[in-house]
């Protein structure tokens, strides 16, 4: 394969600042003959992915693509024959009118590109990604064409001619879970998981068939699962490596394990509860490589994010995010400690589980089986003079008195709590028996918030919106508008929409709003006087990114509740 990178491109990159010449230099001498310096320069982190590729696709004017998870018809790959895609790092990608799109390792190579269209012959519409993501993309996508459903069928036939259909003993079962074929599939479905990108795989007994399905941005989609007589195998495998008990069917156990999917390690959080039909397995997909640490990030809109900046700035306090399970809360929190985070500052967390390892900070487990509680950590990380504090989760009065009081003396408190908008947390705390005055006191700023899916910058249509919707929305009708709505493509896999983004209603407790508090205001009333003071709720800062093409008008209603009419429109 020819070198990407040439001689001339080499200096350009040293002159426009995105090589250092020393670097390059030293490339030169440690870079075997027989290997590409472009990929020596990359695998050493001597220029960055984002330089390259964005000074590839200013050269060669081709668009950059993210083809790590993407999912290609097999009628497609056959145009382009096994050998010559991994010979020459060449996948294609999609096919329309005529033309098909190659992610390409080299675009520089003007000989391949002719051979591709000679054996495609179609027009070839070249696209840019990194070496080792396009030529992992290759192994994985030629790969699943050869293994393909028939395999995993042998598979499957394989693992029911070794059970027994009578009742199975726990030996019986250890036995089932150590088996090839069984071992086999339940790495293939997690395998399959981790590829789409889900958060969650569910394994379903139903009274006739067994239902795998996985969790991606927020929707559950389908995957090819084995027969009803395998569901006691497939959970006995997972009971094995999370460490359960495998003769327990009859209460709810958790557990947790690590895999290696796709070349890298991925957590799994394991959470099995009985049903009517068999036990059903959740296991919740903790992929550090797809987590969001940075707070700019994550999709905040600037007013927003500069509120919930200015509360993290604060030297004591606490800083509460709400929602629902699956809305991004501990996403928003680790990314706040990473923006806070610095040699000067003391920070430790309690969690049940840690999700993700945060560099520099103090992470604890909780275990309720040996005593070890979100309180009684929390009381022994007060002795510890920490100068941050983030709580999982606060899960009764015990846990919420412990964080106000260690607020009101010196330290930043972060933690979630389970309600739907940012002013309900309020009437949660009175509820749980804080006095309103001690919330007053130690709250600095609530945040509600989810999770609404991106449009595919790749495939996504304009449209006009008609007029009723406008007014619905409460925009301003002095302007034109051009909204948004999925079509799909190979990049997304067919659905029109990649990866989410976070909407988000801050409450500030301002003066005006802490009289309410203390006056035990409703909920309704409380964000009423939020609104006038400029808080955005929910269902206007998902409108927002739909004026901005970030997501469809659908996922206004999927996600929001409609607010009570003020008569205002929406400042977009």
């Given amino acids: 394969m020819k070198e990407v990178l040439s001689n001339k491109m080499l200096e350009m990159m040293v002159n426009q600042g995105l090589l250092k010449a020393e670097r390059l230099e030293r490339a030169r001498k440690v870079c075997p003959p027989d290997e590409s310096l472009t990929e020596c320069l990359l695998d050493h982190e001597w220029i960055s992915s984002e330089s390259y590729l964005s000074f590839l696709s200013d050269f060669f004017r081709y668009p950059i693509v993210d083809v790590s998870s993407i999912s290609v018809p097999a009628d497609l790959l056959s145009l382009i024959p096994t050998g010559f895609a991994q010979r020459h790092g060449v996948l294609p990608i999609s096919r329309a009118n005529g033309a098909i799109t190659v992610a390409i390792i080299n675009p520089a190579d003007v000989l391949l590109l002719d051979d591709l269209r000679s054996i495609t012959d179609s027009t070839v519409s070249p696209v840019i990604a990194l070496p080792k993501v396009i030529r992992q993309a290759i192994d994985r996508c030629y790969s699943e064409v050869s293994i393909g459903n028939e395999s995993m069928q042998e598979l499957i036939d394989e693992a029911t001619e070794k059970q027994n259909d009578s009742g199975k003993s726990s030996s019986e079962l250890i036995r089932l879970a150590t088996e090839t074929p069984v071992i086999k599939i339940t790495n293939a479905l997690l395998t399959e998981a981790v590829r789409r990108k889900a958060s969650d795989l569910f394994i379903e007994p139903w009274e006739k068939k067994l239902h795998v399905r996985c969790r991606i941005d927020g929707l559950l989609e389908d995957i090819k699962a084995p027969p009803k007589s395998m569901a006691e195998a497939l959970v006995s495998r997972i009971k094995v490596v999370s460490n359960l008990n495998i003769a327990e069917h009859r209460i709810p156990q958790d557990g947790r394990f690590r895999i290696k999917a796709l070349d890298r390690m991925i957590d799994i959080r394991v959470s099995i509860i009985p049903t009517s039909f068999g036990e059903k397995v959740c296991l919740r997909i903790l992929d550090t490589s797809t987590h969001q640490q940075d707070l700019k990030g994550l999709g905040f809109h600037p007013r927003e994010l500069e509120r919930i900046e200015q509360c993290a700035r604060r030297p004591y306090g606490m800083i509460l995010v709400t929602g629902p399970t699956g809305s991004g809360k501990s996403t928003t929190l680790y990314s706040i400690l990473q923006h806070l985070h610095d040699e000067t500052k003391n920070i430790t967390t309690v969690e049940d589980p840690v999700e993700y390892k945060v560099e520099g900070v103090n992470q ?136 989410r983004s976070v909407i988000t209603e801050v409450l500030l407790l301002t003066p005006k709003i802490n009289d309410l508090i203390v006056k035990q205001e409703t909920a309704d009333v409380i964000k009423a006087t939020a609104r006038k003071e400029g808080m955005t709720t929910l269902r206007e800062s998902v409108i927002r990114k739909v004026v901005h093409g970030e997501t469809s008008v659908e996922e206004v209603y999927r996600v929001t509740m409609p607010d009570p009419d003020t008569g205002t429109l929406l400042e977009i």
């Fill in 364 to 499: 604890v487990q909780s275990n309720d089986y040996v005593g070890l509680t979100f309180s009684a950590a929390l009381r022994s990380i007060l002795r510890q003079d920490p100068d941050i504090i983030m709580i999982g989760e606060i899960r009764d009065v015990e846990t919420l008195d412990i964080a106000i009081k260690a607020a009101l003396t010196g330290h930043l408190v972060l933690s979630t709590l389970h309600t739907n908008d940012a002013a309900s947390s309020i009437i949660r705390m009175t509820n749980m028996g804080i006095e309103p005055f001690l919330i007053t006191s130690s709250v600095l700023m609530v945040s509600a918030q989810r999770l609404v899916r991106r449009l595919c910058h790749h495939c996504r249509e304009t449209y006009t919106p008609p007029e009723k919707l406008i007014i619905d929305f409460r925009l301003p009708k002095d302007r034109k508008y051009t909204f948004y709505k999925p079509a799909g493509c190979a990049l997304c896999r067919r659905t029109g929409f990649a990866g």
